[in-house]
């Protein structure tokens, strides 16, 4: 069966500072990985998705997010805070076992000081 | 933006009365998708549709009924409302059927069952 954790339900961070939100995900087969971000009162938003090929991949607003198969890992990173990152953001696992299945993180929700 | 409404998008309700949501896509995507957000949760796939009249259970399904009868509208149907189905519904959509392509979301309805 496929997992997904998310490593603190808050973390706040100082404007300019470096974002860290981590992921890590348990999957029987290899896994297709995301990070949502929703705003207040909002629907999901796609920041990034591993698939295949290059394990570092960028997605909008300056995040980026790294697969680690050997930790089993897809941490979220952003190298200076900006307050309109503030928001909660979700990690996903999506496989494919004769149909597709994805499975939502918990979320954490990122508060960001001025 | 995806082009993916919901209705009602508030709805305060009694228990034991039953209650319908409303999801809409003009994008034509073929996989539409029910799923409840809740604090601590995350997002719990409720049901899912890989086409018109072709329906699926996900984790939380007790409770609930789904029909899509053309490409665009999905209905999500309570049955008999319970207090523990107060939530925020979202809908999504994917292109997808053997890779799992990103989900798409809907602006999400929020439920009261009194």
């Known amino acids: 069966a496929q997992s997904v954790t998310q490593l603190g339900s808050h973390v706040s961070v100082s404007e300019g500072a470096l974002v860290l939100l981590r992921c890590n995900y348990s999957s029987s087969v290899p896994p297709y990985l995301f990070w949502y971000v929703q705003y207040p009162n909002q629907g999901l938003q796609l920041l990034l998705k591993?698939?295949?090929?290059?394990?570092l991949v960028k997605g909008i607003n300056g995040f980026e997010a790294e697969f680690k198969k050997s930790e089993t890992s897809f941490h979220l990173t952003k190298p200076s805070a900006h307050m309109s990152d503030a928001a909660e953001y979700f990690c996903?696992?999506?496989?494919?076992?004769?149909?597709?299945?994805?499975?939502f993180g918990a979320g954490t929700r990122l508060f960001v000081k001025a | 933006d995806a082009g993916i409404t919901q209705s009602p998008r508030h709805k305060v309700t009694e228990t034991g009365t039953p209650v319908t949501l409303r999801c809409h896509q003009t994008?034509?995507?073929?996989?539409m998708y029910w799923y409840r957000q809740d604090p601590g949760h995350g997002l719990r796939l409720i049901h899912y549709s890989y086409g018109v009249k072709d329906t699926d259970k996900g984790e939380v399904s007790d409770g609930y009924s789904v029909s899509r009868s053309k490409t665009e509208d999905f209905l999500l149907t309570l049955e008999s409302a319970t207090s523990s189905q107060t939530s925020v519904y979202f809908c999504?959509?994917?292109?997808?059927?053997?890779?799992?392509?990103?989900?798409?979301f809907g602006p999400g309805t929020r439920l009261t069952v009194l």
């Open positions: 999504a959509i994917s292109e997808a059927g053997t890779s799992p392509y990103e989900q798409f």
């Open positions: 591993y698939t295949t090929g290059a394990t």
């Open positions: 994008e034509n995507h073929r996989y």
């Open positions: 996903a696992v999506s496989v494919y076992t004769g149909g597709f299945k994805t499975i």
